[in-house]
């Protein structure tokens, strides 16, 4: 009764079933592991929000690499803005979902050195080729505090770096750049600018990062192996299911024979 399982259909149809057992539960452990890394930056993020903040020059220098370990970390400068190499970042989008432009001003610090800061963000100018208004930073000696945060690049945002921008305008937030067009060193990596607060609320600062959701990867990886657990579930449902049709089918067969001879 079983020999129907050596047909063309229901062999293909157990392959199938045979290939996606193993490709579920590998789903299921790739959502698991999304679901550590949440857990484990958002860790991250609330450890080092909550650090006492350092000076910036302490956790980075010129041409220094921001390791994973100290993104967000709390950090303070003491300088001047630099107005005159300002440049904004486009195509950002405000906290809510506004198109527009980042302000990056360099801070010249006190003791030395210039450090790339992230004010926050504006509306873009209606035309694309202009500079957007931008209120300025405090003049004179400031203290500022932040976030830090690594270079940005092509390969870790998906931002594409186009050429040929107006002047003061670029599309990624990265230190080297702004070294070779300031013509002096810049600290890896910028600040996210938290405190002070801008006057009249613009720009508009730069949301803390969340660090309360996990996300639904969990449940996700649960749902995985539920189908894969259930898979050959179906399967067996499925073989029984013909089994009992065909032994129908010839059952039925049989009487309608043996009921020929007397209707005859």
Same mark, same amino acid.
């Given at each position: 009764?079983?020999?129907?399982?050596?047909?063309? *259909?229901?062999?293909?149809?157990?392959?199938?079933?045979?290939?996606?057992?193993?490709?579920?539960?590998? #789903?299921?452990?790739?959502?698991?592991?999304?679901?550590?890394?949440?857990?484990?930056?958002?860790?991250?993020?609330?450890?080092?929000?909550?650090?006492?903040? !350092?000076?910036?020059?302490?956790?980075?220098?010129?041409?220094?690499?921001?390791?994973?370990?100290?993104?967000?970390?709390?950090?303070?400068?003491?300088?001047?803005?630099?107005?005159?190499?300002?440049?904004?970042?486009?195509?950002?989008?405000?906290?809510?979902?506004?198109?527009?432009?980042?302000?990056?001003?360099?801070?010249?610090?006190?003791?030395? +050195?210039?450090? #790339?800061?992230?004010?926050?963000?504006?509306?873009?100018?209606?035309?694309?080729?202009?500079?957007?208004?931008?209120?300025?930073?405090?003049?004179?000696?400031?203290?500022?505090? =932040?976030?830090?945060?690594?270079?940005?690049?092509?390969?870790?945002?998906?931002?594409?770096?186009?050429?040929? #921008?107006?002047?003061?305008?670029?599309?990624?937030?990265?230190?080297?750049?702004?070294?070779?067009?300031?013509?002096?060193?810049?600290?890896?990596?910028?600040?996210?600018?938290?405190?002070?607060?801008?006057?009249?609320?613009?720009?508009?600062?730069?949301?803390?990062?969340?660090? =309360?959701?996990? +996300?639904?990867?969990?449940?996700?990886?649960?749902?995985?192996?539920?189908?894969?657990? +259930?898979?050959?579930?179906?399967?067996?449902? #499925? !073989?029984?299911?013909?089994?009992?049709?065909?032994?129908?089918?010839?059952?039925? +067969?049989?009487?309608? *024979?043996?009921?020929?001879?007397?209707?005859?």
């Amino acid at each position: 009764m079983y020999r129907f399982l050596m047909t063309r *259909q229901w062999v293909i149809l157990t392959l199938l079933v045979l290939a996606m057992i193993p490709t579920m539960i590998e #789903l299921g452990f790739w959502q698991l592991h999304r679901h550590e890394h949440r857990v484990e930056q958002n860790a991250l993020i609330t450890r080092n929000l909550e650090a006492e903040p !350092v000076p910036v020059a302490r956790v980075t220098s010129p041409g220094h690499t921001v390791p994973r370990s100290d993104y967000w970390k709390a950090v303070t400068a003491t300088g001047t803005f630099d107005t005159e190499h300002e440049v904004v970042v486009r195509r950002r989008t405000s906290r809510d979902e506004r198109i527009g432009v980042l302000v990056l001003t360099p801070l010249d610090l006190k003791g030395g +050195g210039t450090v #790339l800061v992230n004010r926050g963000w504006v509306p873009a100018a209606a035309d694309q080729q202009a500079y957007p208004e931008v209120p300025p930073p405090p003049g004179g000696e400031v203290t500022v505090a =932040g976030r830090l945060k690594a270079d940005e690049t092509t390969s870790a945002s998906g931002i594409k770096d186009l050429q040929g #921008l107006p002047d003061r305008q670029v599309m990624l937030i990265n230190s080297a750049q702004q070294s070779h067009l300031l013509g002096r060193p810049v600290l890896g990596g910028y600040m996210e600018l938290t405190s002070p607060e801008p006057a009249g609320g613009s720009p508009e600062t730069i949301a803390a990062p969340d660090d =309360g959701s996990i +996300g639904p990867h969990m449940a996700y990886a649960v749902q995985w192996w539920l189908f894969a657990a +259930g898979v050959p579930v179906g399967w067996v449902i #499925l !073989v029984r299911r013909e089994k009992h049709d065909r032994a129908q089918a010839t059952a039925d +067969g049989e009487t309608a *024979q043996e009921r020929e001879p007397a209707t005859a």
